[in-house]
């Protein structure tokens, strides 16, 4: 059982560059969300889907977008990378929409914008 | 709007001492509060989880925290630390009506345990 599997680990992009962050879960959770991890700022919420289908905003989306592909699958891309956008990037999925289920994360995506 | 605050960046004790790692949250209405572990380059685990009833929850690798909704706080606490225990923690915070899964997460406390 792989629980959320992000793609890829480690990525160094130059300004301007575009990318795609993969997320699959196989737990056949609802709910997936991405968040990205800064020293000192702990996590902010970039978007999140709370079904197949729907995607909205969190708390800092600007310069991001998503697509929920399928109930497995939630990518994050850059359209065009900035510096202020280096972070460690995390996936996450649950099952219900009450809020009281914990998360379930993956280990990371480590991008650095140059 | 909701918050948490972990007012200490870093945490020492010493191995076998009790722990408590800091946490108050602000909510409108009634919260869920988490608390996630994160070890070097990996994901958040959970750890444990209040959403009601009993004020002092108990969850993994002997872990507990006790809810004070009139100090708005939800402390983690460990009788006896361990080496192992070494990592980054993180309390989370969300609404219970109408907050769907929208979770705000602390600054993070590192806690270091020693010999």
Same mark, same amino acid.
């Given at each position: 059982?792989?629980?959320?599997?992000?793609?890829?680990?480690?990525?160094?992009?130059?300004?301007?560059?575009?990318?795609?962050?993969?997320?699959?879960?196989?737990?056949?959770?609802?709910?997936?969300?991405?968040?990205?991890?800064?020293?000192?700022?702990?996590?902010?919420?970039? !978007?999140?889907? =709370? *079904?197949?289908?729907? +995607?909205?905003?969190?708390?800092?989306?600007?310069?991001? #977008?998503?697509? %929920? $592909?399928?109930?497995?699958?939630?990518?994050?891309?850059?359209?065009?990378?900035?510096?202020?956008?280096?972070?460690? !990037?995390?996936? =996450? *999925?649950?099952?219900? +929409?009450?809020?009281?289920?914990?998360?379930?994360?993956? #280990?990371?995506? %480590? $991008?650095?914008?140059? | 709007?909701?918050?948490?605050?972990?007012?200490?960046?870093?945490?020492?004790?010493?191995?076998?001492?009790?722990?408590?790692?800091?946490?108050?949250?602000?909510?409108?209405?009634?919260?869920?509060?988490?608390?996630?572990?994160?070890?070097?380059?990996?994901?958040?685990?959970?750890?444990?989880?209040?959403?009601?009833?009993?004020?002092?929850?108990?969850?993994?690798?002997?872990?507990?925290?006790?809810?004070?909704?009139?100090?708005?706080?939800?402390?983690?606490?460990?009788?006896?630390?361990?080496?192992?225990?070494?990592?980054?923690?993180?309390?989370?915070?969300?609404?219970?009506?109408?907050?769907?899964?929208?979770?705000?997460?602390?600054?993070?406390?590192?806690?270091?345990?020693?010999?």
């Amino acid at each position: 059982n792989a629980g959320v599997t992000q793609t890829p680990k480690f990525q160094v992009l130059k300004t301007g560059q575009s990318m795609t962050l993969q997320c699959a879960q196989d737990m056949n959770h609802n709910s997936m969300y991405w968040y990205r991890q800064d020293p000192g700022m702990g996590l902010r919420l970039i !978007y999140y889907s =709370a *079904s197949e289908g729907t +995607t909205d905003k969190g708390e800092v989306p600007n310069g991001y #977008n998503v697509s %929920r $592909l399928n109930k497995r699958e939630f990518s994050l891309r850059l359209e065009s990378a900035a510096p202020s956008q280096t972070s460690v !990037y995390f996936c =996450a *999925s649950l099952q219900g +929409t009450g809020g009281n289920s914990p998360l379930h994360f993956g #280990n990371g995506t %480590r $991008l650095t914008v140059t | 709007a909701q918050s948490v605050a972990q007012p200490e960046d870093q945490v020492n004790v010493a191995e076998g001492n009790p722990l408590t790692v800091k946490c108050t949250y602000s909510v409108s209405g009634n919260p869920y509060l988490f608390w996630y572990v994160q070890y070097p380059n990996r994901g958040l685990q959970f750890l444990l989880k209040y959403i009601t009833g009993d004020n002092l929850v108990k969850g993994s690798y002997g872990f507990e925290a006790e809810f004070n909704k009139s100090q708005t706080s939800f402390h983690l606490k460990k009788p006896s630390a361990l080496v192992s225990d070494s990592a980054l923690y993180f309390c989370a915070v969300s609404r219970s009506e109408g907050g769907g899964n929208k979770l705000t997460f602390g600054t993070g406390t590192q806690l270091k345990v020693e010999l």
